[in-house]
């Protein structure tokens, strides 16, 4: 079954952007993956096309208004039978977003993006439509295209098919809570700087402690919010002896 995105925004030529390109681009092309990108401003309902305006109590910017993202909502529900899709809002004031979202999300039918801007949405449609609030960081964009993109290239990734190497995935970020081992490729000595032994040794299970023990040592030393997380949820457990850890895609 194909998986399907559906993104609702005020720029709909920003997509596919990147996810037209390699592993994605091609999966696109597949049909393992759909993608639609709505235009918002197509269900404004006056001459100048306005979907936003000034905040209730006053304060700086606009507000995208509860109607209009409304019926965008209902252009994409009312055109499929039984969509169950989750409609998740980009936004800097949501819930991280994390590798197990992601994996969640590709594990379902598929995702309705709500890419934001301006000051944000009205919270009314937000919480009339049960609209799950995710951010990708602790920053703030001019909008949540980019975002969007972000999420969509981390689950496209997860689906079955695209990616070449099941591996890749099963050793990716964050899997248990640990950053990823450091890489190695030829040539063996460059610019003075030698591989580690080790690599060069031939004896996996070793290679394997050892990647584990740098993958331990990079999370202790850069996250070590990762690294509480990671040891309550294996205090009193044998380590395991092959490194389940994932590259992370953004700062």
Known sequence: MTWRATV???FPDAFPGPLGLSLAGRALASDLWSLTAVNIRDFATDRHRTVDDTPFGGGAGMVLRPDIIDAAVASVLDSADADDRPI?????RGAPFTQADAAGLAAGPGAILLAGRYEGVDQRVIDARGMREVSIGDYVLSGGELPALVVLDAVIRLLPGVMGAADSAIEESFAADLLEYPHYTRPADWQGR???DILLSGHHG?????RRAEAERITRARR???WARHTAAHRGAAASPAPVVSRAPTP
């Open 8 to 10: 609702l925004t005020l």
């Open 206 to 210: 070793a290679i394997s402690a050892w």
């Open 88 to 92: 998740v809002c980009l936004t800097p």
């Open 194 to 196: 030698a591989v580690p």
């Open 224 to 226: 070590p919010d990762l």
